[in-house]
């Protein structure tokens, strides 16, 4: 259906394509898509606006059609049901069609006042420009949460990746066609967006409250996202638990060995059950913990494996040709 899609469309030049991840937006949508409207029609060149309802179950999807009887470069793709964001981007980027490519949340936390410049930097010939976060408005917990994944994520990852970068960029059609050739069935866009390299450059803003409602993201799914972007393209956990396992085995060894003498020499013996109880304590959860890391590559290795599809579409609309 995919490819399909893509054939109907393929007789449009459009220079600019903004994709938009839709879930449960009513109260921001119109607003959003509105603001993106006049920057883009200000610049001049033919454009499209991707949305992916993500399985909205509120009136996100009845907005749209309605917007897109009245906006030819409004396209919309419905999901069959909620398979997240990061697949909502995935499958934005394998539609559209533009030379240059937009990500853009739809509760307007990604200024689309920006673009103009962000699209301007891809024309002079960088791959990706990224939008740096300066200032957010978010609670402290989730702002400190966000600063020490970056920079544990730039620790782990063998790749250079910006700091503070979300998922709001643009990027040029090679980056979009590298990913549209992709089969990942947990994909992380800013992973992603980084492991491509090229010409990359940062452009800051401050990122402002959502226009409306409430973030869809509570601290299970931002931690989710977090390991999905680690395993996805760091095997560092897995080197750092053998070099822990290797430093614990030498400190019994050498600890053995000092008791040992201990023992021999001066006759004294340690005893105590609490020590004993704590240590075994300790190193069951230490073994749990590196059970559960190897776990997530597994899993990992077992979605791709079953080779399911990442994500179902249930309807589009907006398409200039119906897709087939
Ligand atoms: N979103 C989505 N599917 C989901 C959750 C979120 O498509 O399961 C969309 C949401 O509508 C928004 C963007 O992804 O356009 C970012 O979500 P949100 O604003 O809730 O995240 P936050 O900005 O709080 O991290
Ligand atoms: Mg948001």
């Not at 459009?14 to 603001?35: A, D, F, K, M, T």
């Not at 937009?102 to 024309?123: S, V, Y």
């Not at 999905?228 to 030498?250: C, T, V």
Request: glycine share 8%; charged share 20%.
């Amino acid at each position: 259906m995919q490819s399909d899609i893509k054939d109907s469309v393929n007789n449009i030049k459009n220079i600019y394509s903004v994709v938009l991840p839709v879930y449960n937006e009513e109260q921001c949508l119109q607003e959003v898509i509105n603001r993106i409207m006049k920057v883009l029609k200000q610049l001049g060149e033919p454009f499209e606006i991707v949305c992916i309802d993500d399985g909205s179950s509120d009136n996100t999807w009845p907005m749209l059609l309605q917007m897109s009887r009245v906006e030819p470069s409004l396209r919309g793709i419905k999901f069959l049901r909620n398979f997240g964001h990061q697949l909502a981007v995935y499958a934005g980027i394998k539609y559209c069609t533009g030379e240059y490519i937009a990500i853009l949340d739809a509760d307007g936390q990604d200024p689309p006042e920006i673009l103009p410049q962000l699209f301007q930097k891809c024309r002079e010939g960088y791959d990706v420009v990224y939008a740096v976060r300066k200032k957010r408005k978010e609670n402290l917990l989730k702002r400190a949460g966000y600063k020490l994944f970056y920079r544990l994520y730039r620790f782990l990852v063998p790749f250079d990746v910006p700091l503070d970068s979300g998922d709001f960029a643009v990027f040029n059609k090679n980056v979009a066609s590298f990913i549209q050739s992709l089969n990942e069935k947990t994909p992380v866009i800013r992973g992603l967006r980084s492991w491509y390299g090229g010409r990359q450059c940062g452009i800051e803003y401050a990122r402002p409250k959502r226009v409306s409602g409430k973030s869809k993201y509570n601290l299970g799914k931002l931690l989710l996202l977090a390991i999905n972007a680690s395993i996805s393209f760091s095997k560092k956990p897995l080197r750092i638990i053998s070099l822990f396992g290797i430093n614990i085995s030498l400190f019994s060894f050498c600890g053995g060995i000092i008791l040992l003498m201990m023992k021999l020499t001066v006759g004294i013996h340690l005893t105590g059950w609490t020590s004993l109880a704590l240590l075994i304590m300790f190193f069951g959860g230490l073994i749990l913990l590196v059970l559960g890391i190897i776990g997530e590559y597994i899993g990992d290795i077992y979605d791709e494996v079953k080779n399911r599809p990442a994500f179902l579409v249930k309807e589009t609309i907006g398409w200039p040709h119906e897709p087939r």
